[in-house]
């Protein structure tokens, strides 16, 4: 990739699309699933190579939970696969794993497998993977509400600490705004993805279904980030 390029400080990228790509080839929607972690490895990375500082995956909503139990029961396996055996070589990669998103309704094992990878990798420096699991930007702001209720009603907190940058702060992992965010499939939607963080973002939505998001597309991508001309409100320049 030219050197000269912009890299987005912090990517959000909803990976959408793994039940279409199986479907179309005349697989189960789950080996969709089971391919997007080859696609998601890759893809790591690359964005550690290429200078990305923090990225933010949408692997599981709130939401997510409607699907039918077989999906989200084979989801949950492959979380735990993935944090337990084949995420480990983010741990000398320089990666630090965090996780966004309500601790309940998840199976005990998968809440251990968050937290040894997370214990694991904590001391990494190069890229934040902050990886969103039964996570709702609607539930963020609920818990994040409660949690400085809690602060001001044990007055640790004025009224008048409370601004735009501590609520930042407060949400479930204090992160910089998303400068880009991508959602693969050619759906156009946040579906509840970082609304808060999301606010000044630029958004790519590729076609290619998620399993097939190569960094070869990521590299597509960034050279589209780098013709937007972000004004954050302000005039043209
Ligand atoms: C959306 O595609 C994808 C999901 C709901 C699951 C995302 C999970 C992964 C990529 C794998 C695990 C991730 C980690 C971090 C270990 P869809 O099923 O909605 O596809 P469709 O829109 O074609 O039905």
Same mark, same amino acid.
């Given at each position: 990739?030219?050197?000269?390029?912009?890299?987005?400080?912090?990517?959000?990228?909803?990976?959408?699309?793994?039940?279409?790509?199986?479907?179309?080839?005349?697989?189960?929607?789950?080996?969709?699933?089971?391919?997007?972690?080859?696609?998601?490895?890759?893809?790591?990375?690359?964005?550690?190579?290429?200078?990305?500082?923090?990225?933010?995956?949408?692997?599981?909503?709130?939401?997510?939970?409607?699907?039918?139990?077989?999906?989200?029961?084979?989801?949950?396996?492959?979380?735990?696969?993935?944090?337990?055996?084949?995420?480990?070589? *983010?741990?000398?990669? &320089?990666?630090?794993?965090?996780?966004?998103?309500?601790? @309940?309704?998840?199976?005990? =094992? +998968?809440?251990?497998?968050?937290?040894?990878?997370?214990?694991?990798?904590?001391?990494?420096?190069?890229?934040?993977?902050?990886?969103?699991?039964?996570?709702?930007?609607?539930?963020?702001?609920?818990?994040?509400?409660?949690?400085?209720?809690?602060?001001?009603?044990?007055?640790?907190?004025a009224l008048d600490d409370i601004n735009e940058e501590f609520i930042q702060k407060n949400l479930y992992q204090d992160l910089p705004p998303l400068d880009y965010?991508?959602?693969?499939?050619?759906? *156009?939607?946040?579906? &509840?993805?970082?609304?808060?963080?999301?606010?000044?973002? @630029?958004?790519?939505?590729? =076609? +290619?279904?998620?399993?097939?998001?190569?960094?070869?597309?990521?590299?597509?991508?960034?050279?589209?980030?780098?013709?937007?001309?972000?004004?954050?409100?302000?005039?043209?320049?």
């Amino acid at each position: 990739m030219d050197k000269d390029l912009k890299i987005p400080n912090h990517v959000g990228i909803i990976m959408d699309g793994n039940g279409r790509w199986a479907q179309e080839r005349g697989m189960v929607r789950t080996m969709g699933h089971k391919n997007a972690i080859k696609t998601l490895k890759a893809l790591c990375l690359h964005m550690a190579d290429v200078g990305v500082k923090y990225a933010s995956l949408y692997a599981f909503s709130t939401e997510n939970f409607k699907r039918e139990k077989s999906e989200v029961d084979y989801l949950m396996d492959l979380f735990i696969t993935s944090f337990k055996k084949e995420f480990k070589f *983010l741990i000398e990669k &320089n990666v630090r794993v965090v996780f966004s998103g309500r601790r @309940e309704p998840l199976p005990e =094992k +998968v809440l251990e497998a968050m937290d040894e990878i997370q214990e694991q990798t904590k001391n990494n420096k190069d890229l934040v993977l902050n990886i969103c699991l039964n996570y709702g930007s609607h539930a963020e702001m609920v818990d994040t509400t409660k949690k400085i209720c809690e602060m001001y009603k044990e007055g640790k907190i004025a009224l008048d600490d409370i601004n735009e940058e501590f609520i930042q702060k407060n949400l479930y992992q204090d992160l910089p705004p998303l400068d880009y965010v991508i959602r693969t499939s050619g759906e *156009l939607r946040l579906s &509840n993805f970082m609304m808060y963080q999301a606010s000044y973002a @630029e958004f790519y939505f590729p =076609k +290619v279904y998620f399993p097939d998001f190569t960094p070869e597309e990521f590299d597509k991508a960034i050279l589209e980030f780098n013709h937007r001309n972000r004004r954050f409100g302000g005039v043209k320049k």
